[in-house]
Nanobody, 127 residues
Framework: QVQLVESGGGLVQPGSSLRLSCVGSGFTFEYYGIAWFRQAPGKEREAVSCINSGDSSTFYATSLKGRFTISRDNAKNTVYLSMNDLKPEDTAKYYC????????????????????WGQGTQVSVSS
């Protein structure tokens, strides 16, 4: 049974940091590109970042580059999203997704590419 389980969300103040984790099981995690999407109430789903298998190359949403960092530990079947200097507009449910292909700059943000989706973890940024 394929699973992606996110954790690490919570309620934090502006300027704080969080690290989200995504643990995969039921598939060959190391061969999959992994991405994070987020969706706030009333807003469209937004691609946040992705990391490839193999060389662990990464892509980020332009507006988030510099504050968010994605990484992976294949030995633990885990991908991390470190988020710094959080802002109220980062409030959303964050989803971990997996695709069995190499992600490139032109396609990584397309939700239809991803076979597997987690249930999400809520991040709320408020003073």
């Amino acid at each position: 049974q394929v699973q992606l389980v996110e954790s690490g969300g919570g309620l934090v103040q502006p300027g704080s940091s969080l690290r989200l984790s995504c643990v995969g099981s039921g598939f060959t995690f190391e061969y999959y590109g992994i991405a994070w999407f987020r969706q706030a109430p009333g807003k469209e789903r937004e691609a946040v970042s992705c990391i490839n298998s193999g060389d662990s190359s990464t892509f980020y949403a332009t507006s988030l580059k510099g504050r968010f960092t994605i990484s992976r530990d294949n030995a633990k079947n885990t991908v991390y999203l470190s988020m710094n200097d959080l802002k109220p507009e980062d409030t959303a449910k964050y989803y971990c997704v997996a695709a069995p292909l190499r992600l490139t700059d032109s396609i990584w943000n397309l939700p239809s590419l991803y076979d597997y989706w987690g249930q999400g973890t809520q991040v709320s940024v408020s003073s």
